[in-house]
């Protein structure tokens, strides 16, 4: 079958509609490999990473979408973290790939050195000769920066992952002073006859009878569905410059391997050269699967099927740091033309989460402004005034109630997260028979005062039936970019009372302004301080305690207000849609949490 039309024939022009499209026509895994990279490092290779920008629709901004792991000593990395895209074969997506070399384990790429990019569009890696596009790379002048290779491969619908553990056994002895130390690498097979990678193990030091720890792969990354495909698994002795030594390698399917542990998944390991060149030569030792298990991933809409009954709390970013309201560049800012930031990423967001709450009643909370009539600092209020019954009728409402807010509350700080997560932990505490799951969507411009009681608070929140979704408004945190704030002695609060404006003043110890121009004292950038609570690479902890499961998304959503494309936002929030179900099914929403 041809994959080009394979991929065509997945949507047509007449059933696609941006503005309410929020299911994909065809998801794609994308793969990277390079050739004759830049050896950027002194006394070894370079390290190199891939990092994956996409542009939105008729927006000319480049976005970081992903990155894939440092390979270390190599200037022929093949990538083992793949990129899933949704793909409409009738719009332009456009794509740059650029390579650093890592020279520390800071997430700032302006600490690494750049080795080169490429730039190319979705549909010219579908559309190539088996969805394989290989072009050179620039961005250096004077210099080649050697090849990317991309290739694309449409998504099956497998929902099946599989558990499973190896351990070798007399392998060849490969280093001078002692043994082997031995690594697997798993290859999946293509159309084409070509392989992609898609899984590779620890090393296991100076062995020739290595036990690999047990991993997990999804079915769809392993065989893409196909149980037929055939599983290329080569076997390597590590080397520290990156020249690892080939030891042998076997094919299986997944169809064999989950015979499980038997006679019939013992496979000896061939090295080609040693076969032709030995008569005696038998194999250079075996590998033998020790268990696999094969689990089925339940969705969130397996969990609305079921029905449990999803309550959706949303929690609103009052602090200091998003701009004196009364001014145009604030986030806050109440134009009579157009809906600021807030207002933007609140009403695109819950138009959509609300088909997924059975009564429609949100309650609605702020946090880090100062409370009529006393100015009281609150980190957990109700926008519509009553503490007693903070929900509000649907996302009209939600907007109504933060309208209401804006000309009443005074946008102060510090901007703390923990009160709103335990308000929502508290609910779902009470909740453990499954019937109901709970998600809190916090909306702010990046800014976080609280780390500790956060991290302490999603640590104890991790065992119970919730996700917390926070979305970030504004470019400067959310880009990366470092703004400040001043500390003075007085605050301006502005409050909005129908068509007047009213300033007052306030004498407190210590107060922040939006000025950039008066940078005093920096903050930490969004980016760094949201990784820690997106526990996608490291597990948040807090005083020595581990999060169950990972249950904290991060989301940024541009300032869309100020180049009124709702396309684009729709795109963008589109993500944050799937947050809900990545939360369930990549993550796993654990039966004993529910």
């Known amino acids: 079958?041809?994959?080009?039309?394979?991929?065509?024939?997945?949507?047509?022009?007449?059933?696609?509609?941006?503005?309410?499209?929020?299911?994909?026509?065809?998801?794609?895994?994308?793969?990277?490999?390079?050739?004759?990279?830049?050896?950027?490092?002194?006394?070894?290779?370079?390290?190199?990473?891939?990092?994956?920008?996409?542009?939105?629709?008729?927006?000319?901004?480049?976005?970081?979408?992903?990155?894939?792991?440092?390979?270390?000593?190599?200037?022929?990395?093949?990538?083992?973290?793949?990129?899933?895209?949704?793909?409409?074969?009738?719009?332009?997506?456009?794509?740059?790939?650029?390579?650093?070399?890592?020279?520390?384990?800071?997430?700032?790429?302006?600490?690494?050195?750049?080795?080169?990019?490429?730039?190319?569009?979705?549909?010219?890696?579908?559309?190539?000769?088996?969805?394989?596009?290989?072009?050179?790379?620039?961005?250096?002048?004077?210099?080649?920066c050697g090849n990317i290779i991309v290739k694309a491969e449409e998504m099956g619908n497998c929902r099946e992952s599989v558990m499973m553990q190896?351990?070798?056994?007399?392998?060849?002895?490969?280093?001078?002073?002692?043994?082997?130390?031995?690594?697997?690498?798993?290859?999946?097979?293509?159309?084409?006859?070509?392989?992609?990678?898609?899984?590779?193990?620890?090393?296991?030091?100076?062995?020739?009878?290595?036990?690999?720890?047990?991993?997990?792969?999804?079915?769809?990354?392993?065989?893409?569905?196909?149980?037929?495909?055939?599983?290329?698994i080569e076997c390597y002795d590590w080397e520290r410059d990156g020249s690892h030594d080939f030891i042998g390698e076997f094919t299986t399917s997944y169809r064999e391997l989950s015979r499980g542990q038997s006679q019939f998944n013992v496979y000896e390991v061939i090295n080609p050269k040693k076969k032709g060149k030995k008569k005696k030569y038998l194999n250079s030792g075996t590998v033998t699967l020790l268990s696999f298990l094969v689990d089925i991933e339940v969705t969130f809409l397996d969990y609305i099927k079921g029905g449990t009954q999803i309550n959706f709390t949303v929690a609103i970013d009052f602090t200091a740091s998003n701009g004196n309201p009364a001014q145009p560049t604030s986030l806050h800012y109440m134009s009579p033309y157009q809906m600021n930031a807030y207002a933007m990423a609140l009403k695109a967001v819950g138009e959509i989460i609300q088909d997924y709450d059975s009564d429609k009643m949100f309650p609605a909370l702020g946090f880090g402004a100062k409370l009529p009539p006393d100015g009281r600092v609150s980190h957990e209020f109700a926008l519509n005034g009553n503490p007693q019954n903070p929900y509000c009728a649907g996302i009209d409402g939600v907007m109504e109630a933060y309208y209401q807010s804006l000309k009443s509350v005074c946008l102060y700080g510090p901007t703390n997260f923990s009160p709103v997560i335990n308000h929502v932990a508290r609910y779902a505490a009470s909740v453990n028979d499954g019937s109901q799951y709970f998600v809190l969507l916090i909306i702010t411009d990046g800014v976080i005062s609280d780390m500790a009681q956060t991290k302490e608070s999603i640590v104890n929140a991790s065992c119970l039936p919730m996700s917390i979704i926070i979305v970030g408004v504004g470019p400067a945190e959310f880009d990366g970019k470092k703004h400040t704030h001043r500390c003075t002695n007085t605050h301006t609060c502005v409050s909005h009372t129908h068509a007047h404006t009213h300033t007052h003043t306030h004498t407190h110890t210590h107060t922040h302004t939006h000025s950039t121009e008066q940078m005093m004292t920096t903050v930490s950038c969004f980016s760094s301080a949201m990784i820690e609570l997106d526990g996608d690479e490291v597990r948040i902890s807090s005083r020595g305690r581990y999060a169950e499961r990972d249950i904290v998304q991060v989301h940024r959503v541009p300032s869309v207000c100020s180049t009124a494309r709702l396309p684009d936002a729709w795109s963008q929030i589109g993500r944050v849609l799937g947050a809900l179900e990545y939360a369930s099914q990549t993550k796993k929403l654990s039966a004993s949490s529910l």
Not at 20 to 33: F, G, H, L
Not at 81 to 96: G, P, V, W
Not at 203 to 227: E, H, M, S
């Open 1 to 144: 079958m041809n994959n080009c039309n394979s991929f065509v024939n997945m949507a047509s022009i007449g059933d696609f509609d941006p503005l309410n499209a929020s299911i994909p026509a065809t998801k794609v895994e994308i793969t990277v490999s390079c050739r004759n990279l830049l050896d950027m490092d002194t006394f070894s290779k370079s390290d190199p990473i891939c990092v994956l920008y996409t542009q939105g629709i008729g927006n000319k901004e480049w976005r970081e979408f992903g990155r894939t792991e440092v390979i270390e000593n190599t200037l022929n990395p093949e990538f083992v973290r793949k990129f899933i895209l949704d793909y409409f074969f009738e719009e332009r997506q456009n794509l740059r790939f650029d390579l650093y070399d890592v020279d520390s384990k800071s997430s700032n790429l302006s600490k690494h050195d750049f080795l080169g990019q490429a730039f190319c569009t979705l549909g010219e890696v579908v559309g190539s000769l088996g969805s394989r596009m290989e072009k050179p790379m620039v961005g250096i002048p004077g210099k080649k």
């Open 166 to 232: 190896f351990c070798g056994n007399k392998l060849d002895k490969k280093d001078f002073f002692g043994k082997s130390d031995p690594f697997l690498v798993f290859y999946r097979s293509n159309e084409d006859g070509t392989f992609t990678i898609c899984h590779k193990t620890e090393v296991v030091k100076n062995t020739l009878n290595p036990v690999w720890q047990a991993f997990k792969i999804p079915v769809r990354a392993l065989c893409n569905g196909d149980y037929d495909r055939t599983i290329k």
